[in-house]
């Protein structure tokens, strides 16, 4: 039998070995639990970007846009494997939403931020502030 909080540890657990970009299997019997219903595959981030996830979610295209501590915001296509840098200069990203597969809204240090890809190429080109009284200056 699984209980709740069993499932809320292995979700956090998944959560985590996806921000890591590495799986550990901690025992026979959570695999054959997980396995019978997700499918893991391991991503490697893009090439020279430090991988501390602040957030991530997909987007309605199945894109997986991913916020990174160092203010990277990455697509990442599951068909082609392919990254691609969405947004950039944020002060560090803690987490994200997906409105749309043009729009993203990204919860960053000092700000609420919505970022919009205006010409649909996939690359954000507004930034504009939704909130910014959390206080810092």
């Known amino acids: 039998m699984i209980l709740k909080k069993d ?18 299997i901690g ?3 959570a695999e054959e639990v997980w396995t019978d219903y997700y499918t893991l595959e391991e991503i490697p981030t893009p090439a ?5 996830v602040g957030g991530m979610d997909f987007m ?6 991913v916020c990174f501590h160092r203010g990277e915001i990455y697509t990442y296509n599951p068909e082609t494997k392919e990254w691609r840098m969405f947004a950039e200069g944020l ?6 939403v997906a409105v749309s ?3 993203v809204v990204v919860v960053q240090r000092p700000e609420m931020t919505r970022i919009l890809d205006l010409d649909l190429d996939g690359t954000a080109d507004l930034y504009s502030t939704l909130y910014d009284g959390f206080g810092m200056t």
Do not use: I
Request: no cysteine.
């Open 7 to 24: 499932l809320l540890q292995m979700n956090k657990w998944l959560s985590g070995a996806l921000a890591l970009g590495a799986l550990t």
């Open 27 to 29: 025992s026979a019997n």
């Open 48 to 52: 020279g970007l430090d991988p501390q």
């Open 60 to 65: 309605p295209d199945g894109r997986l846009a």
């Open 91 to 96: 002060k560090e990203p803690l987490g994200l």
């Open 101 to 103: 597969d043009s729009e």
